[in-house]
């Protein structure tokens, strides 16, 4: 039975609430396999870069730990104890990206919710650029880290419905920009396909002299919340494939949202190695100015998707990407 009272009930303490969730899922096992040998090491790197680019007084962070090996457990254990992350997920097995990031992002109170891989570096500035592109594009669902330029007709029928006689096309990103992100895939002329040379001309938005890129990317992007609350609710089948596709893009893009991406790279994906020149790089924080933070509201865009879908792929087969 319970004797007394318990002590916590006479204390009033108010919650606070943050601007950005970050969630990083995480899976690094015990294996021999040479492709591990240097995980750990990437994704102190990620933390790192992390810690020194975010404004932590509104930015909270999730580790998702999918059964990872002890050492591993054990730094993430290390940040939560020091509180520099706020939550620490552990599995008892690795159930992939999808299952627990969307677990998790479901449950999240914080306006901006980024899905994050474990081997990014962020460079500064990335939360103040994510924002101008949020406040500035009201139908914005997503915002990815680096111009993915090569992604804008993926999951964009919403966008090209609503804004095709809007959407700009030039070349607006730096070469050195796309060849970051060649070189973190190491994938020389990853942006160069078939039908076009993505390097020469993007499409893009503009807005208040903000641009944006039209089409983002997975291993680095922010989210409106607003995208979670709307998912209907299934079940992700394999840990990998996570379904990227079927459980997170296309639901966003049925729901009326914009895929869009910064110009400029604000994020290098490290893979399983890391550059040395990215051992001498200097970052500093950005602290958020929230005064004239006031993002667009976004408009009703609730037209059968299939007709959306029909609208893109007949621009696309008037060849509107020449």
Same mark, same amino acid.
């Given at each position: 039975?319970?004797?007394?009272?318990?002590?916590?009930?006479?204390?009033?303490?108010?919650?606070?609430?943050?601007?950005?969730?970050?969630?990083?899922?995480?899976?690094?096992?015990?294996?021999?396999?040479?492709?591990?040998?240097?995980?750990?090491?990437?994704?102190?790197?990620?933390?790192?870069?992390?810690?020194?680019?975010?404004?932590?007084?509104?930015?909270?962070?999730?580790?998702?730990?999918?059964?990872?090996?002890?050492?591993?457990?054990?730094?993430?254990?290390?940040?939560?104890?020091?509180?520099?992350?706020?939550? &620490?997920?552990?599995?008892?097995?690795?159930?992939?990206?999808?299952?627990?990031?969307?677990?998790?992002?479901?449950?999240?109170?914080?306006?901006?919710?980024?899905?994050?891989?474990?081997?990014?570096?962020?460079?500064?500035?990335?939360?103040?650029?994510?924002?101008?592109?949020?406040?500035?594009?009201?139908?914005?669902?997503?915002?990815?880290?680096?111009?993915?330029?090569?992604?804008?007709?993926?999951?964009?029928?919403?966008?090209?419905?609503?804004?095709?006689?809007?959407?700009?096309?030039?070349?607006?990103?730096?070469?050195?920009?796309?060849?970051?992100?060649?070189?973190?895939?190491?994938?020389?002329?990853? $942006?160069?396909?078939?039908?076009?040379?993505?390097?020469?001309?993007?499409?893009?938005?503009?807005?208040?002299?903000?641009?944006?890129?039209?089409?983002?990317?997975?291993?680095?992007?922010?989210?409106?919340?607003?995208?979670?609350?709307?998912?209907?609710?299934?079940?992700?089948?394999?840990?990998?494939?996570?379904?990227?596709?079927?459980?997170?893009?296309?639901?966003?893009?049925?729901?009326?949202?914009?895929?869009?991406?910064?110009?400029?790279?604000?994020?290098?994906?490290?893979?399983?190695?890391?550059?040395?020149?990215?051992?001498?790089?200097?970052?500093?924080?950005?602290?958020?100015?929230?005064? &004239?933070?006031?993002?667009?509201?976004?408009?009703?865009?609730? $037209?059968?998707?299939?007709?959306?879908?029909?609208?893109?792929?007949?621009?696309?087969?008037?060849?509107?990407?020449?």
């Amino acid at each position: 039975m319970r004797v007394g009272i318990n002590p916590e009930k006479e204390k009033s303490k108010k919650l606070k609430y943050k601007l950005f969730r970050i969630i990083i899922p995480l899976y690094i096992p015990e294996n021999e396999a040479a492709y591990f040998n240097n995980a750990l090491q990437v994704f102190q790197k990620c933390m790192y870069s992390l810690f020194e680019t975010i404004d932590e007084e509104k930015t909270n962070i999730t580790i998702i730990n999918n059964n990872c090996k002890k050492d591993v457990t054990d730094y993430v254990n290390d940040l939560l104890s020091e509180k520099r992350i706020d939550r &620490h997920v552990h599995c008892k097995e690795n159930y992939g990206k999808i299952y627990t990031v969307i677990q998790e992002a479901r449950g999240c109170y914080e306006k901006y919710i980024a899905i994050v891989d474990s081997d990014v570096f962020f460079f500064t500035g990335w939360q103040v650029e994510v924002l101008k592109v949020f406040e500035n594009f009201k139908n914005v669902g997503v915002v990815g880290l680096t111009p993915d330029v090569n992604t804008a007709f993926y999951c964009n029928s919403s966008l090209f419905f609503k804004e095709w006689l809007f959407v700009k096309k030039g070349k607006i990103v730096d070469n050195k920009e796309l060849e970051l992100f060649e070189e973190g895939i190491n994938k020389k002329d990853f $942006f160069i396909t078939i039908n076009k040379n993505w390097k020469n001309s993007q499409f893009y938005l503009e807005k208040n002299n903000v641009k944006a890129i039209v089409g983002a990317g997975h291993f680095a992007s922010v989210y409106k919340k607003e995208v979670f609350k709307h998912l209907t609710f299934k079940k992700p089948i394999y840990v990998f494939p996570g379904g990227e596709l079927n459980f997170l893009d296309k639901p966003l893009d049925k729901q009326g949202y914009y895929r869009l991406s910064l110009i400029k790279a604000f994020a290098y994906h490290m893979g399983n190695t890391i550059p040395e020149w990215l051992l001498e790089k200097k970052l500093k924080k950005n602290i958020l100015n929230l005064r &004239h933070h006031n993002e667009g509201k976004k408009s009703d865009l609730n $037209f059968y998707y299939f007709f959306k879908s029909l609208f893109l792929r007949i621009l696309r087969r008037f060849k509107f990407y020449k």
